[in-house]
C-alpha cells in the first residue's frame, strides 16, 4: 500500500504536465499500455457508469481519466466512452487498423448513449450529437485533432433545428462541423501558412455579401448557403462527397485523431517534452453540450488559481452563445471569468463551488472546460493547470500553507526548471523610464524580452540562424507555429486571451508573452504591424513585459531580478513574505532538506563564483583555466608560448603567465572561501588561441616579432582535421610537461598566498587532468602536479591538502575506470565531450541531421541537453562502479553542461554521483532538482 | 605435463624473438618476473656447476639461459653467472639502488670464478678479466650496452702483457676497454650523428701518426700512447680519472647495463615488438676469452641455417685475432665461415658438430658466437636465430620434413608477417633488362625496393614526411639509424656482413637490405656517395635488390612475385616442390586445416577481389562502396547529387548513378562467383567527394552549370569542424534515404543479372549499414533496404537470399550492442573508427604527440596497427557478449585495418568472431595468424 501511494505520487508528479518537467527516461514504462493480457478491455464508459479513474491515465489519456474521475465523483458531466491507448498502439502497429471487436464495441457504447441519452445516432428527428477528442497520458494542449457535433448530416440537421426550434443554431452547428471535419478529416486546408484557410476565406466571402462583421450576425440563409458552398468546396478538394453516414463520420474522426498522433507538431511536442510515442493517445467519444444555443449559454475555461502568478482566485475566461473551440482558439476575445458573477450569477456560484471541489479532490490547481447549455452547466474536461515558473513555486508554497500537500509533495510539484523564473531578468527600471509604452496586451508569460518583430515561423528561423533575437508577433497562434515559438525570446498576439494557445504554449515554454493585444494591428502580407498609429515593420525592434502587458517600440537593457539583488545584497525590504524572494527560500530551504547530491559550479572568474555562491553553490566543480588566457595583455603571451620554437622560449613565455594565473586563482580561491575547488589543467587544442584571419595573424606576427611566414608554418603544423579528437587535454600536458608545470605552480602559490592571509579558511584546490584515456597519461599528469605541489609547499612551509583527479571523458577511460582510479582521487564525468565521443557526434556538426533525426524520433531527446541514458548513461554507471571497485572514497561529480539538467540530474542521483556541476544561473534549478531525484528515489 | 609442454611450447614460440611477432598481451605475464617471494635467488652461476636452464629466460634473460643451457649439456662456456631480471625491476623501483645483499653475492660468485678459473680480479700478476652483457628475456640486438675486457688497469694491463707474453695484446685489450667504458658507462660519445666519435677521432690520429691504415698494424708504443690519450680524454670529459678499481669498474658497468634497458633506441624497440618494459634485462658477467692472441685465435658469429633464405647450411662469418664486437660492429668485413675449412680445419670440424647438436638440442635454427683462443673453442652464446620471412617459411617445413618439429609447431615457427616475404614485389624483370647495375653487396634482406638516397634517419623522416620513398645508405649501422630504417624502403651498407646491425634489423624489419658493398663509398660531410666512380648525391634516385646484391643508379619498376604470378595462373613451372610457390601453398594448406576463422578481404574492384580470392579469401569483408564513385565521368554526377538544391534533383542524379553503381556490382559479384559479399552504404562525409581547391571548384562550377557563389555557399554548409563526428555513415541515409534506395537498387539489381547467367551461383549480398549508434539508426535503414530489396525481386522475379547488418565502430553501438543485434544479421567492428572514438584519438591528428607518447611509453604500441586489447578490445567482447544474448545467430566480423594484424587476429580469435576481413595481399598473412590462435587458444 505504501508503494503504490508512492507510485501514484511519483506518477501523478511525472504525468501531471508541469511545464518542462521531463518523465525520467527510466520510467518510461510506467506510461506504456500494459501489455499483459489480463486488460484486454479497449473501451471504457463514463457517465451514469463509469469504468475508469483518474489514476487511469496511462491507458485513458489525462482527459479521458479525468473525465471519468468527475462522472465518479458526481460532477456534472456529459457521459460518453474512451478509446484507449492500447487502440492507438495497435493502430500503428497494424498500419492503421483496428483490433477486431473494437467496432462492435463501440457501436454498444454508443446505444448505451442514445439509451441515456434518448436520442438516436444519426436519428432526422432527434439526433444524438459527439465530440471526438484526442486525450494522451501526458497533456499536448492544441497538438492533435479535434472534431465537434459530429452525428450531423443533411437530414438530421433538420431534426436538431426542430427540436431545438432554433434552425440558425442547427446550421450553425452543421457549418462548424463540416469545417472542422473538412479540414482534420479530409485535409481540406490552407496550402500554407500565409494564404487563409479556404473555408474561412468562402466565410469571409458570404459576410461580405450579406455585410456582416460577426459570424454570429449571420442569418439562416446565409448559413445554409454556407452549408452549401463547404460541401461543394469538399466534392471540388476531395473528389468526392462530404460522408452523410454518421458512423462513417464516426470512424473517419476517430482515424484523424489517432493519425494525428504522428503529425509533425504532435512529434516536435514530444522530443521537446521527452514523451514516449509509445504511450499513444486515447479518443473520447461524448455526448455534445452546446453553449451556443443562445444567451442563457456559454462557454468557458476556468483555472482554480491564477496560472500567471499563482495567487490563490478563479481565473479565466468564458465567451456567451459560443462553442468551446471558440474561447481557447483566440478568435473571439472572451470575458473575465469575474464578470459572470453579474451575467449568470447562479452558474458562478456554482462555480466556485466546483473550483473548491476540484482542488480538494485533485490536490492541485485544475484548468477546467465547462458549458453551460441553457442554464445547466456541463464539465468538460479538467487537468492539473499549466502554470508559470513563478506560479508553479507560489502555487506550492502556498497549497502546503493550506494543507493541501505536504512540503514533499509540494517540492515535487514544482518543475525544476521554474524556479528559474524567479531569476528571469527585468526591464532596467533606468532605461525603462525614458521608453514610451506604445500599447498594451494581456501579461501571460512573466519576464521582459527585447527583439526583432517576426511575423512567421519561418522568418523567426532566418533570423536567429543570423544571430538575432525575435519576438514572434501574430494575429493568434497555431499549433503550427510552435517552431517559430521555441526560438523566439518573446510572443505577442492581438486576439485571443489568457487561456489561448499562444498564452498556454508560451508558459510552457518558459517563453515571455503577452497575448490579446487588441491596440495591434497586423497585417502578414505587408510585412508590418500598427501600434496605436504607430508603424513597425518586420525586423524593427520590439520589447514586451509578460509580467505587466507592455508594449515598447525599441529594445530596452535588462536587469537582474528581484530575487538576484536581494541575494546579492541589495534591496533587502524586497525580501518580505510572499515575495519571489520569500518563495525562492522557502522552496530552496525544502530542498536542502532532502537533497543528497552537492551542488557546485562552473565558474572561471570571482564574480561568476559569488553569483553561485549566493544561489547556493558548495564548490567550483569546473574552472576552466583556459579562459583566463584569452584576456587582452595575456593572449600574446600565450601566443607566444605556442609558437615557440624550443622548450625554453616557451618556459620563458610561460613565466610571464605565471603571475596571471596566479593572481586568476588567487580571487577565486578567495571569494569560494575555504569551498573545494575544482581547476581543469589547459583543455583545448592550442590553435584555439590563434587568430584565423589573415589580417589579425600579420598583427600578431607584427607583435610577437615574427615573420608572417613563421606563424603560418607553425599554424599548418597545429592544424587538425578533427580537433576534437586531437592534440588537447592532457595530451597538451604530457607533450608540454612546462604547461602543467606553471599550471601547478600558479594553484599552489596562490593557494599559499590565500591561506597567509589572516582568516581566510584552507584552500582546498582539486587538480583535473583532462582527456585521459590511458591511466599511464594521468600518472604521467598526476606526478608532475604532485611534484611542483611539494616544490612550493617546500618553498613556504604551507601544507594544502589537495587532490588530483579525472575528467572521465573519452570512453576509454569508462573502460579503463578500474585502473585510472588507481590513480584519481576523483572523477568528473565530463558529459560533453563524453557524448560526443561515444555518439561519434559533433555538436557542432549535428545540425545538418538533427532536425531529420527529430522527425523519424532516432533521438529521443537532445542528447546534448539531457544525458543518454541509455548510451553515455550506461557508461556512466559502468565507470562509477569500476572505479569504487578500486578506490571505494573516490569522489564522483559531473561537470559537463548536463549538470544543470534537471533529467540529468535525476540521473545523476541514481548513479551515486556526490555532486553535480553546472552554470552560476542554474544552481538553483540544481538543488531543486537534486531533492526532487532523492523524493523520487530516497536510495 | 601436457599443459607444461604446451605452455613451453608457446613461451617458445612467443619469446624466439621471431621478426616481427609480437607476443600476445593476455600473456605478458608469462614474461615477467615471478612475484612470488620464494624464488628470491638473484645471481645463478653457470660453467662448472650451473644454476639455470633454457627454460628461465624471463628471469635471466636469453642469453643466460642459454649460456646455462649450453653449459648443463657440455657445450664450452667460459664460466660465469648471471644476474637476473628482478634486479633490473628492483634497480628501478628503487631509483637505480640495488637490492640489499646483491654486493656480497656477486663478490662471491666472482671468488667462484677465481677459483675456476685460477686468476684473481684485479690481481696484477695473473688477471680475471670479464664481459658484462645485457641479456633481456626477449633479444634486442645491439639495442643494449656490452663491456668487454673489464679488469683491466694500469696494473693489471702489465700482469696481462707479462702472461700471455703480448704486449701488444694487453695494451691492445685495455685501449678497447677504455674505449668501451668511456663511451658506455661514462657517456663519453660524439655529440651527435655526423660527427665522429671522439675516441675514434684519437685513433685516427695516432694511426696518421704512425702511418698505418689498420688498427691491427699499430705498434704497442703507440697503443701505449693510445691508452694515455684515451684517459686524458676521459679525464677532460669527465672530470676525473678511468677508474683503477676493478669493482668500481664492474659495478659502473653493470648500472649501465641496467640503465640502458630504458635507453632511447631501447624503448623504441620494445614499442615496436610490444615488450614489456617491466619484462627487464638480466646481466651476464663471464669470464674472457680473447679471440685477438694471434693466428691461432679467433671469433666468429654462425647460423646453424641460412638466414636470408633458409638453406640448410652453416652459414656466417669470422675473423682470425679479432673480438667478437670486430665482427658484429661491420668495422671489419669478416670472411665467410667456409673458410675456416682451408684455415682452422679442426676448429671447423666441431662447429659442424656444435651446429647439429644445437639445432637437435633446442630445436630451432640457432644463431651463436664463438671464440677461439689459441685454438681453443668457446661458445659465448646461442639463440633462436633471426630470419627473413622467407627462411622462416623453408625452415620451419624442412625442420617438419626432417622430424625436427611437428607440422603445429612449425606452423607456429613462423612469424604470420612473414609469409609476405614470399610475396614481395621483384624488380620488372622486362624494365631491369636496359639498366646498367652500378655495384654490388652482399644480398641481405630479400625484395626490391627505389627511392631517394638519404645518408640520415633524419633526411629520411624529412623525405618521408613528404611523401618521398627512401634507401638508407650508411657506411654501417648503428642502433641509431633505426628510426630511419624503420621508414626506408630499403637499406644499403658499405660495411659488414650479413650478421651486421644493418642486416639483422633490416631481415626483422621485412626491410629490403644490400651490405657490405665495398664498391661504394659514402661521405657524410658532402652529402654524396660515389658507386664505382658514379657520383651520387643524397636525394637521387636509388634501387637495391636484397634478394642478389645488385645496386642501380635509378628508379626500377616492380612486379608481383612468382608465388603471385603462379596463383595467377602464370609460370605454372615455378610451382616445383622447394620452389616458394611450393613453400607458400605447403604452408597456407597447414594453416587451413587448424584455423577456425574465415578470412575474408577489403576489396572494391575484381581485380582485387580476385587477387584475394587468389590468396584464398573466402568472401568480401569490406566492400567501400564510395570508392566507386571517384571515377572521373561518375564523380560530377555524384557532385551534382550532392549539390542539389531539392530531393527532386537529387533523385535524377543518383538515378544516372544507378547504372554505374550496378555494374560495378555485377563485377563484384561475378568474380566472387557465390562466395558472401558485404557492402557497406555509402560512408564518408559527402564533401570529401567535392574539390577542396579553388581552380577546381570553379571547373566543376562550369560543368555542372552553377554559379561559383553557389557551389560555395553549399561548401560552407557541408563543411565540418570534426568531420569524423559529423553528417556520414548512416545519417547520410537517413537524411537522404533515396541515396541508400539507389545503392540497395543497384546491389539487387546488379545480383539479379548475375543470377540470371547461366551457370552462375547464388550471390550472396550482406548490406551493411555504417556508424549506427541508435538502434533506430539502423531500423530506419534496415526497413530502406528490405522494402527496395522486395521491390526488386518482385520486380525480377528473382529470390535474393541477403543479409542486413551494421558496423560496429561507435562506442555506442556497443553499449546497445543487445538492442542493434535484434535488427541486424550481423556486426561488423569497424575498429578504425571503433579506436578513434573510443580513444578520442583522430589517426589525421595523432602525429603531433605519438612520438612524445611513444618515449613516455604510454601506448603500449600503436592502437591502430594492433587492437588496443584493454580499451577497445574490452568494448568487443562486451559488443560480442550483448550481440550474441540478443540473437545467437549473429555473424561477427572485422573490418577495420586491424584484420590483417596478427596480434589483432589472435584478439579475434579469442573473442570468437566468425571472420576477419583485410586488404588483400594480407589475406595469407591473417590465414597463418588465424591458424597460430587457434593452435595456441583451440577453444
Redesign the interface.
Known amino acids: 500500500m505504501a508503494r503504490d501511494s508512492k507510485e501514484s505520487l511519483v506518477n501523478r508528479t511525472l504525468n501531471s504536465g508541469l511545464i518542462g518537467q521531463r518523465p525520467r527516461k527510466g520510467r518510461k514504462s510506467n506510461i506504456k499500455a500494459p501489455s499483459s493480457k489480463r486488460h484486454q478491455k479497449l473501451v471504457f464508459a463514463f457517465g451514469k457508469s463509469t469504468e475508469g479513474r483518474a489514476d487511469m491515465r496511462s491507458l485513458l489519456g489525462g482527459k479521458g481519466a479525468n473525465l471519468a474521475e468527475m462522472a465518479s465523483i458526481g460532477l456534472p458531466v456529459p457521459p460518453g466512452f474512451t478509446i484507449s491507448t492500447r487502440v492507438c498502439n495497435a493502430f500503428y502497429e497494424n498500419n492503421g487498423a483496428y483490433p477486431s471487436g473494437l467496432s462492435k464495441t463501440v457501436e454498444k457504447e454508443i446505444v448505451n448513449l442514445e439509451i441515456q441519452m434518448n436520442r438516436g445516432f444519426g436519428d432526422p428527428i432527434d439526433p444524438l450529437l459527439l465530440s471526438v477528442r484526442s486525450g494522451a497520458p501526458e497533456s499536448m494542449p492544441g497538438m492533435m485533432d479535434t472534431i465537434l457535433n459530429l452525428g450531423l448530416n443533411d437530414q438530421t440537421v433538420k431534426g436538431l433545428a426542430v427540436k431545438t426550434g432554433n434552425k440558425r443554431f442547427a446550421y450553425d452547428c452543421y457549418r462548424r462541423f463540416i469545417q472542422m471535419y473538412g479540414s482534420v478529416v479530409l485535409g481540406v486546408r490552407a496550402a500554407n501558412d500565409s494564404s487563409e484557410d479556404p473555408f474561412n476565406e468562402i466565410l469571409s466571402h458570404i459576410k461580405g455579401e450579406a455585410d456582416v462583421e460577426d459570424d454570429m450576425d449571420l442569418e439562416v440563409d446565409a448559413l445554409v448557403n454556407l452549408v452549401k458552398k463547404y460541401k461543394s468546396l469538399i466534392k471540388k478538394r476531395c473528389g468526392k462527397e462530404f460522408p452523410q453516414d454518421v458512423y462513417e463520420q464516426l470512424w473517419g474522426a476517430v482515424s484523424a485523431v489517432f493519425g494525428s498522433w504522428k503529425n509533425e507538431r504532435a512529434v516536435l511536442y514530444r522530443q521537446r517534452y521527452g514523451i514516449p510515442t509509445s504511450s499513444g493517445t486515447a479518443v473520447n467519444i461524448q455526448t455534445m453540450v452546446f453553449g451556443n444555443l443562445g444567451q442563457n449559454s456559454g462557454t468557458g475555461v476556468a483555472f482554480t488559481r491564477n496560472p500567471a502568478n499563482g495567487e490563490k482566485q478563479l481565473y479565466g475566461e468564458y465567451l456567451i452563445n459560443a462553442q468551446g473551440e471558440d474561447v481557447v482558439s483566440g478568435v473571439r476575445t472572451p470575458n473575465p471569468i469575474s464578470q459572470m458573477k453579474k451575467d449568470l450569477p447562479e452558474n458562478y456560484k456554482k462555480l466556485i463551488r466546483i473550483q473548491r471541489r476540484l482542488e480538494k479532490h485533485f490536490r492541485d490547481m485544475q484548468d477546467f472546460e465547462f458549458t453551460i447549455e441553457n442554464g445547466a452547466l456541463f464539465l468538460l474536461q479538467t487537468r492539473n493547470g499549466k502554470r508559470t515558473g513563478v506560479a508553479a513555486v507560489r502555487i506550492a508554497v502556498d497549497m502546503n500553507k493550506e494543507r493541501l500537500m505536504d512540503q514533499k509533495t509540494a517540492l515535487l510539484k514544482i518543475p525544476a526548471e521554474s524556479i528559474d523564473a524567479l531569476l528571469v531578468p527585468i526591464f532596467d527600471p533606468n532605461a525603462i523610464k525614458n521608453v514610451r509604452q506604445v500599447g498594451r496586451g494581456l501579461p501571460a508569460g512573466p519576464g521582459a524580452a527585447s527583439g526583432k518583430i517576426v511575423f512567421s515561423s519561418d522568418k523567426a528561423r532566418y533570423e536567429v540562424k543570423l544571430g538575432n533575437r525575435v519576438i514572434l508577433c501574430r494575429m493568434e497562434t497555431s499549433p503550427d507555429d510552435l517552431k517559430g515559438m521555441l526560438i523566439s525570446e518573446g510572443v505577442l498576439t492581438t486576439r485571443g486571451g489568457v487561456s489561448s494557445h499562444a498564452a498556454l504554449v508560451a508558459r510552457q515554454l518558459g517563453k515571455v508573452c503577452v497575448c490579446g493585444a487588441a491596440d495591434v494591428l497586423i497585417n502578414y502580407r505587408r510585412k508590418e504591424m500598427v501600434v496605436n498609429g504607430k508603424k513597425l515593420k518586420e525586423g524593427d525592434e520590439l520589447s514586451i513585459d509578460g509580467s505587466t502587458g507592455a508594449i515598447y517600440a525599441e529594445s530596452i537593457p535588462t536587469v537582474s531580478s528581484e530575487v538576484e539583488r536581494v541575494l546579492a545584497g541589495r534591496g533587502r525590504k524586497k525580501a518580505l513574505p510572499g515575495s519571489n524572494y520569500h518563495l525562492f527560500q522557502t522552496v530552496m530551504k525544502w530542498a536542502d532538506k532532502y537533497r543528497r547530491l552537492r551542488v557546485r559550479t562552473n565558474a572561471d572568474t570571482p564574480i561568476m563564483s559569488k553569483q553561485a555562491i549566493n544561489y547556493g553553490a558548495e564548490g567550483i566543480g569546473l574552472c576552466r583555466t583556459e579562459h583566463m588566457f584569452f584576456d587582452e595583455g595575456r593572449i600574446d603571451l600565450m601566443r607566444r608560448m605556442i609558437l615557440a620554437a624550443t622548450e625554453k622560449e616557451r618556459r620563458a613565455s610561460l613565466k610571464k603567465l605565471l603571475p596571471y594565473q596566479r593572481r586568476d586563482f588567487r580571487g577565486l580561491f578567495q571569494s569560494m572561501a575555504g569551498r573545494p575547488v575544482t581547476i581543469r589543467l589547459l583543455d583545448p587544442p592550442l590553435h584555439e588561441f590563434l587568430p584565423g584571419d589573415l589580417k589579425l595573424q600579420r598583427e600578431m606576427a607584427k607583435r610577437l616579432d615574427m615573420s608572417l611566414g613563421e606563424v603560418k608554418k607553425r599554424m599548418d ?2 592544424h ?8 588537447r ?1 592532457c ?1 597538451l600536458g ?2 608540454y610537461p612546462e604547461i602543467t608545470e606553471m599550471q601547478v605552480r600558479a594553484i599552489f602559490e596562490a593557494a599559499k598566498q590565500v591561506m597567509l592571509k589572516d582568516g581566510n579558511p584552507p584552500v582546498r584546490p582539486e587538480i583535473m587532468v583532462p ?1 585521459v ?2 591511466s ?2 594521468l600518472a ?1 599528469q598526476v606526478s608532475v602536479v604532485r611534484r611542483v605541489a611539494e616544490d612550493v609547499m617546500k618553498e613556504s612551509g604551507v601544507q594544502i591538502d589537495y587532490q588530483v583527479g579525472t575528467m572521465i ?4 577511460a569508462v ?2 575506470a578500474a ?1 585510472i582510479a588507481e590513480v584519481a582521487d576523483f572523477f568528473s564525468f565530463g558529459t560533453n ?1 563524453l557524448t ?7 555538436r ?3 545540425g ?2 538533427f532536425e ?2 527529430t522527425q ?4 529521443d531527446s537532445n542528447p546534448f541537453v539531457s544525458i ?1 541514458e ?3 548513461g ?2 556512466i554507471l559502468y565507470a562509477v562502479e569500476q572505479g569504487k571497485s578500486a578506490r571505494s572514497d573516490l569522489k564522483l561529480g559531473i561537470c559537463g553542461e548536463h549538470g544543470g539538467d534537471p533529467a540529468s540530474i535525476a540521473f545523476c542521483h541514481g548513479a551515486g554521483l556526490d555532486y553535480v556541476s553546472c552554470s552560476p544561473p542554474r544552481v538553483p534549478v540544481a538543488r531543486l532538482a537534486a531533492a526532487q531525484a532523492a523524493l523520487i528515489d530516497p536510495n
Open positions: 603544423v597545429l587538425e582535421e578533427n580537433p576534437m579528437l586531437g592534440c587535454g595530451r604530457i607533450l582527456l584515456g590511458f599511464s597519461e604521467d571523458e573519452v570512453p576509454r573502460v579503463t585502473e565531450d560526443q565521443m561515444t555518439l561519434g557526434l559533433s557542432d556538426d549535428m545538418a541531421f531529420s533525426y523519424k524520433e532516432i533521438y543518454d541509455s548510451g553515455v550506461r557508461l
